[in-house]
């Protein structure tokens, strides 16, 4: 072995020493680029992260915001249908009232009247029952309106309620950047 020792001259062996010594200078420099470059991937997907948690925690901010206004809608709402709910039940107790009156009237005016003297006693009798039948037909017609109009204007007001819970609920749902 010394003799293949002493085929290489001496400066062959500074030269491979070198060449070893560049070699690994070239791979301590290649190394701290590839730590430079994991840092700042490592910074980057740290960044992102933080960045989602960010507009994670707005897009909750946001959330809650919009589910408290449409809460705070949506009751404005429903006051405003209890509202025209007893509005509309006081209408109708008056449409009651007025229903008796009616009545009182009706039965006031298709009452028999019995006058003394009075000669054709028959035909007096079929004009009294046809008016009671007529009264008491006219009687129910206005019952029925104004029930009619009470239905009508419930459901006048449960859908005026209904769109605009409609209006409320397209309105929260809509994507406002």
Known sequence: MSKLLGLIPPWGYVAAALAVASVMGLMYVRIADLNTELAEARQAASDERAGRALAAAEHATDMRELQAKHATD???KENEYAKTLAALESRR???V???GRLRGTITTYT???RRPGETDTVALERAENR???VGRLLEQGVGLLIEGRGVVEGRDAEVKRLL???ALDRETCQFKP
């Open 93 to 95: 107790a008056a449409a």
């Open 111 to 113: 009452a028999p009247d």
């Open 97 to 99: 009232a007025e229903l």
């Open 164 to 166: 605009d819970q409609v």
């Open 131 to 133: 008016l009671a039948v």
């Open 74 to 76: 949506q009751q404005l």
